[in-house]
């Protein structure tokens, strides 16, 4: 068996650090433009790339098609048609995304077929269903990460535009009000992101000028203040910073997960994070971008159950912390030895993986005695033909690693 390094495609959108990936990666810092996403896998948009024992270089995604069996397994192979099912990511959000969520595996069929009927090219501005599969995630943070994802229990939500209620938006807490529940939210969702431009206008000014004084005031809904402060900065007329007075606002610490199935309506702020996700383009947009949205489709996809969103730490068991979804696609864990741990453990088992090195720097040996470094932002590529592989820390000082794998095929 041979351990190969990755090199890995970096994503230099708008909303990315000029400082977090390239500092990961050991490059000039800060970076000349903005850098968003570090992705690791088999997608065709832009595959990792396995390097060779003699420094040649050969796309993942060119691996897995020539031979799926040998490098997803057998099962993994069969049921997702011999696509590695995964993608994984660092993200660095430097300013917030745009809001989005993702259909399930039997809408994104659906949609798909929808729109390669109608014969919209794959790669229009305006197709919603490039592919046809789900897209549910996982994100985990590095730092302190900031987001809105899920919709809040109503009752907390009425506090809230009561606490900031002006002239025109008090009519909308009194629609909540008189239904506390998902369809009073699907209605005040649907109402908020369907209003005239002319109204919206007149509104959004008013709901900032009243979350100002709110900070001002240091009143109980500080946080969710400023993040509407935040984003009514950069879209001043998008009915998006509407939608995100409904929305739970989250501060990860580092180690801590939410997982994102499908229909979760969502929105990353700030900070790094790894990010596992089905390896699919599918997102039906709510707004804060200047990139399609089409409200019916989005109003098809959205789930509006309500409630505090879940946070994992992940089940942990020695060094090991495993992130539990129902997401057949993936499963994410966390493998950390304290400084001066130094005992290894085996990582392999039947499937394929990638494990990528996020603090310190690891011994990976392979059964034969072969044996690769992989230091702090590295990743190595494990195919389902190989047998078991150990890891352990180069040196004494705290070591940690991710490692993705398929979920259950």
Request: charged fraction near 25%.
């Amino acid at each position: 068996m041979t351990v190969e390094l990755l090199r890995n495609a970096v994503r230099p959108y708008a909303w990315g650090s000029r400082t977090t990936i390239p500092e990961l990666l050991g490059r000039p810092v800060p970076a000349p433009h903005p850098e968003a996403e570090l992705w690791m896998g088999a997608h065709p948009g832009d595959p990792s790339h396995v390097i060779g024992p003699d420094g040649t270089e050969r796309s993942l995604l060119e691996l897995v098609e020539a031979d799926p069996v040998g490098q997803l397994g057998t099962s993994c192979a069969g049921r997702w048609g011999g696509r590695l099912p995964f993608l994984l990511k660092i993200l660095a959000a430097e300013e917030p995304l745009s809001m989005q969520a993702h259909p399930s595996a039997a809408q994104a069929a659906e949609g798909y077929a929808r729109e390669e009927s109608a014969g919209i090219p794959r790669d229009a501005s305006n197709r919603n269903y490039p592919d046809p599969t789900a897209k549910p995630e996982l994100v985990c943070a590095l730092t302190e990460f900031h987001a809105l994802a899920g919709f809040r229990d109503p009752e907390r939500t009425i506090s809230l535009l009561k606490a900031i209620e002006t002239p025109g938006l008090a009519k909308y807490a009194v629609l909540l009000e008189a239904q506390p529940d998902p369809a009073g939210l699907r209605a005040l969702f649907t109402t908020w992101i369907t209003l005239p431009q002319a109204a919206l206008d007149e509104l959004l000014p008013e709901v900032l000028d009243s979350c100002v004084k709110h900070v001002q005031e240091r009143g109980e809904f500080d946080v969710e203040c400023r993040t509407i402060l935040e984003l009514g900065e950069s879209h001043p007329r998008d009915a998006g910073v509407l939608a995100a007075l409904l929305l739970n606002r989250l501060t990860l610490s580092a180690g801590e997960a939410i997982y994102l199935p499908a229909g979760n309506l969502h929105l990353y702020l700030h900070g790094t994070a790894v990010e596992i996700l089905a390896n699919s383009d599918n997102i039906l947009r709510c707004g804060l971008t200047p990139k399609h949205v089409d409200v019916p489709e989005l109003l098809r996809v959205v789930d509006f159950a309500c409630g505090e969103m879940p946070v994992q730490s992940g089940e942990r068991e020695e060094r090991l912390s495993v992130y539990r979804t129902d997401a057949p696609e993936f499963e994410l864990s966390r493998i950390e030895w304290a400084a001066g741990d130094d005992g290894e453990i085996a990582v392999h088992d039947v499937g394929p993986q990638i494990l990528l090195c996020t603090a310190g720097g690891l011994l990976v040996t392979a059964d034969d005695g072969e044996q690769v470094e992989l230091r702090r932002g590295q990743s190595v590529w494990l195919p389902a033909a190989d047998p078991a592989v150990f890891v352990r820390p180069l040196s004494g000082e705290r070591t940690q690693v991710f490692r993705a794998t398929a979920g259950t095929c």
